[in-house]
Nanobody, 118 residues
Framework: VQLQASGGGLMQAGDSLTLSCVAS????????MGWLRQAPGKEREFIAR????????LYADSMKGRFSISRDTAKNTVYLRINSLKPEDTAVYFC????????????WGQGTQLTVSS
């Protein structure tokens, strides 16, 4: 699976933003698509994932509330909506894919930089 993330940029605290990730290369019917982020000097952290076939979602506890993952099967695209942006949301955001829930993500997009200023 090839993944292309986009939608980052320089935002103001309090704004909202939707990141996009277009998938290609194979059928995604059995896949789980996820969003993760890595802030400067920190480890990569999981935000949310969505089961492509049925749209069920899972969020990290710390990400519940302001983050929303969704997908458009016709466009082979997964989205991450972030509301009420905070400076601590500044990070590189990655989309990722894996063929089942039990394995690690094995396909990664290139990441998109989000910078939130106060």
């Amino acid at each position: 699976v090839q993944l292309q993330a986009s939608g980052g940029g320089l935002m103001q605290a309090g704004d909202s933003l939707t990141l996009s990730c277009v998938a290609s290369g194979r059928t995604l019917s059995t896949y789980y698509m996820g969003w993760l982020r890595q802030a400067p000097g920190k480890e990569r952290e999981f935000i949310a994932r969505i089961k492509w076939s049925v749209g069920t979602t899972l969020y990290a506890d710390s990400m519940k509330g302001r983050f929303s993952i969704s997908r458009d099967t016709a466009k082979n695209t997964v989205y991450l909506r972030i509301n009420s942006l905070k400076p601590e949301d500044t990070a590189v955001y990655f989309c990722a894919a894996k063929p089942s829930a039990a394995v690690a993500y094995n396909s990664w997009g290139q990441g998109t930089q989000l910078t939130v200023s106060s």
